[in-house]
């Protein structure tokens, strides 16, 4: 099983609303990541979850929260998102952070009006 | 600054054509540059994978070529079909470590 499963696959939440996204894999990945993808660009790393504990989190904005229930589940909590945070929201695991292979979901599209 | 750079933006090939894209990067500590194909709405499929002591990977009509003395890779699609129509990504890494870049992308249409 090389699946990572994000749901919702669609999402459309005005600027007030708080929603979150979720993300789950049974490979026994230890680091698992969101990313942030507009149309024509690559993805851009929001944040990196190793074993379970924020490694890295590139600057995002707090109306952007994530959290690591256990190994298999990530989650990104959402509220009071802009317009312009409109975009595919991917998540990815891989065997431990950095290491090669990382495998991603098939996203969330995300629309705040 | 762009650690890995990617060409071309697009591409248009006909259908049984070679479609090539290109990367190169500064870093020679990256040790690992998957290649990853992604359809719209989709999320990116890993499509192959090259470490730099070999300099050629090949799975089916998808081939790496590995250039380490000038830091480039490519990505060469044997027999283009109009179901490779898709964006695809280079990306390098440290296998080990915790970095990992994309390319800018590329934009793939193969015409029938």
């Known amino acids: 099983d090389t699946e990572v499963t994000q749901t919702p696959k669609h999402l459309v939440m005005g600027m007030t609303n708080k929603k979150s996204l979720k993300c789950e894999q049974h490979m026994g990945h230890r680091a698992m990541y969101w990313y942030k993808q507009k149309a024509k660009k690559p993805p851009e790393l929001m944040f990196v979850?190793?074993?379970?504990?924020l490694s890295i989190n590139e600057s995002v904005p707090s109306r952007f929260s994530p959290e690591c229930p256990n190994s298999s589940l990530l989650n990104l909590h959402l509220h009071a998102l802009q317009p312009e945070d409109s975009a595919l929201y991917l998540c990815a695991s891989s065997q431990e952070w950095g290491r090669g292979k990382q495998f991603f979901g098939s996203g969330t599209q995300l629309s705040v009006l | 600054q762009q650690q890995v750079k990617q060409s071309p933006q697009s591409l248009i090939v006909q259908k049984g054509g070679i479609s090539i894209i290109n990367c190169a990067y500064e870093?020679?500590?990256?040790?690992?540059f998957p290649w990853y194909q992604q359809f719209p709405g989709k999320g990116p499929a890993l499509l192959i994978a090259i470490r730099p002591d070999v300099s050629e990977k090949k799975e089916g009509r998808f081939t790496i070529s590995f250039n380490k003395s000038a830091k480039q890779f490519s990505l060469h699609i044997m027999d283009s079909q109009p179901g490779d129509s898709a964006t695809y990504f280079c990306a390098a890494s440290i296998f080990s470590g915790n970095q990992f870049y994309f390319g800018t992308g590329t934009s793939l249409t193969v015409i029938p």
């Open positions: 979850y190793s074993y379970e504990k």
């Open positions: 870093n020679t500590a990256f040790d690992y």
